[in-house]
């Protein structure tokens, strides 16, 4: 498990220096940020002095050599467009993010666990199809498009629901969270459906085949021979050995629920890190945007890595292959 361990720490380590290099190499070609920081009344002399106060006329790698240093260091520099040092705009907004995933994850478990198996044990059910349908419509459908009509449906026409905003929070030490107020639910639930949709028909569908395949094994023929209870047949036995490969697609998704939260955000001028990193990119506030890419990656490696692990210490055969 040691070398286990360490050989994915050592792994993780290049996935952050390759995508900390593709972050910084193309964000050279998002545009000038002097440009954006200054006025048409500022000097070609006055904009080349801040240039070269900035380092953007240095070459390319000492730029990156620089960039990769201070993120070693745990200095993530400073806004162009604000001043503010990035570390301290990207927590204020980690906390808006990771709430939003957490729900649209916690939704997508919940409904799409329970769906799976259903559908499973019942193929050819009209309730089933019905089901299977109304999934493929959903996911087939554009995030933003389903963020609009949410917003058209509970907010407009039947007023339910806030259409924008995080609502009220409320600061636990650094942390500023909706998960104590009612007006903090009421404005989470729109965009954590939103954000939920695409995630709900994957896990029911993997659910799904999985248990259809289970079900279909020998093992589970013997026990239905022997006499077992149903419900522990379907529970102890074939969900159990389902969740096995349910657990990686969880650990993407909500790696991937961090990182494509951007549109939602966006619909719902949520005040996470994705909107903050379009936010970034209108202004060519590329610090901002480097280091928002650099946190992403650490989010899914970090996620990987704890889903590798929970992946061996449920199935040991995976432990002798990896040594091996």
Aim: aromatic share 12%; no cysteine; proline share 4%.
């Amino acid at each position: 498990m040691v070398y286990f361990i360490f050989k994915r720490l050592a792994q993780s380590v290049f996935v952050m220096l390759a995508v900390a290099f593709l972050a910084f190499s193309l964000f050279r070609f998002v545009g000038d940020p002097v440009s954006q920081m200054t006025g048409v009344e500022t000097s070609v002399e006055d904009q080349e002095r801040l240039r070269e106060d900035l380092g953007l006329n240095d070459p390319f790698v000492l730029q990156f050599a620089r960039f990769t240093g201070n993120l070693l260091q745990g200095d993530f520099g400073f806004s162009y467009r604000t001043r503010q040092p990035v570390a301290e705009m990207i927590v204020t907004r980690i906390p808006a993010t990771l709430e939003l995933g957490i729900v649209a994850l916690l939704i997508s478990l919940f409904v799409g666990i329970p769906t799976g198996v259903y559908t499973a044990l019942r193929p050819r059910g009209f309730v089933t199809q019905t089901i299977l349908m109304t999934t493929l419509i959903g996911v087939s459908i554009p995030t933003f498009v389903i963020g609009i009509m949410l917003i058209f449906l509970f907010g407009v026409q039947l007023g339910w629901l806030p259409t924008f905003g995080r609502g009220g929070t409320v600061q636990l030490g650094g942390w500023e969270s909706s998960f104590f107020t009612v007006d903090g639910w009421r404005a989470l639930i729109l965009p954590a459906l939103t954000l939920g949709v695409y995630q709900l028909t994957l896990t029911m569908r993997l659910v799904r085949a999985e248990m259809m395949e289970v079900m279909r094994s020998d093992y589970i023929r013997f026990a239905t021979a022997r006499g077992v209870p149903m419900g522990r047949l379907y529970f102890r036995h074939a969900l159990a050995n389902t969740l096995v490969p349910v657990i990686t697609i969880i650990g993407l998704q909500f790696g991937g629920v961090i990182a494509f939260s951007i549109v939602t955000e966006s619909v719902f001028q949520w005040p996470g890190m994705g909107l903050l990193f379009l936010e970034s990119i209108r202004f060519v506030d590329i610090p901002v945007m480097g280091v928002y890419l650099v946190v992403i990656a650490f989010f899914f490696v970090l996620v990987n890595l704890i889903v590798d692990l929970l992946y061996v210490a449920i199935d040991p055969r995976l432990r002798i292959k990896d040594v091996s």
